[in-house]
């Protein structure tokens, strides 16, 4: 009959795309890497490194900034600007809630220990991106600071601004959740070589036991 429906048929397909996703999107991928272990160069996060995430997550960094260098096949410009070789599954070994990130307003984060290793900068930045990058559209975060009257204190983290951003008799002082952020982003590094295929990387960098 012209317009009937066949409901029988209708939750029969539901159900198989269902199930076809699911083992595509879900099982498969799991049974893919769920035996991959962390590269042996890959640290995993100090308490301050992990606190500083926290801080990262919560300040909405990833909205901005991705952390998934991609393969020069799909994306050339990627090694060109200096993000990275592509990322890899193990790369992330340590990443219990992922930060990959969809929008690229900003660079690719993954690597930016390794491309900016100073904390003078990344705490400089974090007060004034304009200071280092003129026109920069990145938000100032001059909450992560305390701005304090005269000298430094002993233990203070003392931000070095370009000298055009000194204010005079103002010192600049980091707070600790600052300092925890600049950690964090200076522990991102995944320069080190890796392990190409999935089926490498199953292999463990452990060195083997001494043959008896
Ligand atoms: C509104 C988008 C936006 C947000 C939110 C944002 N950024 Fe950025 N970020 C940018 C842009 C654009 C640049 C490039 C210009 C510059 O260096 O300031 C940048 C640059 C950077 C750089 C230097 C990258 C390089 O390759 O030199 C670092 C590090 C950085 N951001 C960290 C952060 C952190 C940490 C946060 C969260 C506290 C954050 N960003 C939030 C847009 C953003």
Not at 7 to 24: D, P, Q, T
Not at 83 to 91: H, I
Not at 167 to 195: C, F, H, M
Not at 202 to 207: E, G, I, S, V, Y
Request: glycine share 6%; with cysteine; aromatic share 8%.
């Amino acid at each position: 009959m012209a317009g009937h429906i066949d409901e029988k048929k209708l939750v029969i397909g539901a159900l198989v795309i269902i199930a076809v996703s699911s083992l595509a999107l879900v099982i498969m991928p799991y049974v893919q890497l769920k035996h991959i272990e962390a590269p042996a160069a890959l640290k995993p996060y100090t308490d301050v490194q992990a606190k500083g995430r926290q801080v990262y997550m919560s300040l909405g960094c990833v909205y901005c900034h991705s952390q998934q260098p991609r393969d020069p096949k799909f994306a050339p410009a990627d090694e060109k600007r200096g993000w990275g070789r592509a990322s890899t599954a193990a790369d992330y070994a340590y990443d219990q809630v992922h930060l990959l990130g969809t929008m690229r307003t900003g660079p690719d984060l993954l690597n930016i220990g390794a491309r900016q290793p100073s904390q003078d900068w990344h705490l400089g930045h974090l007060y004034q991106p304009r200071a280092y990058m003129p026109g920069s559209i990145m938000p100032a975060f001059p909450f992560l600071f305390i701005e304090r009257k005269g000298a430094a204190k002993p233990g203070d983290v003392v931000v070095n601004l370009p000298p055009d951003y000194k204010k005079p008799g103002i010192t600049i002082v980091a707070t600790t959740d600052a300092v925890n952020l600049v950690e964090y982003l200076k522990s991102l590094d995944r320069t080190y070589p890796i392990k190409k295929t999935i089926a490498e990387s199953l292999t463990t960098d452990k060195p083997a036991a001494a043959a008896k």
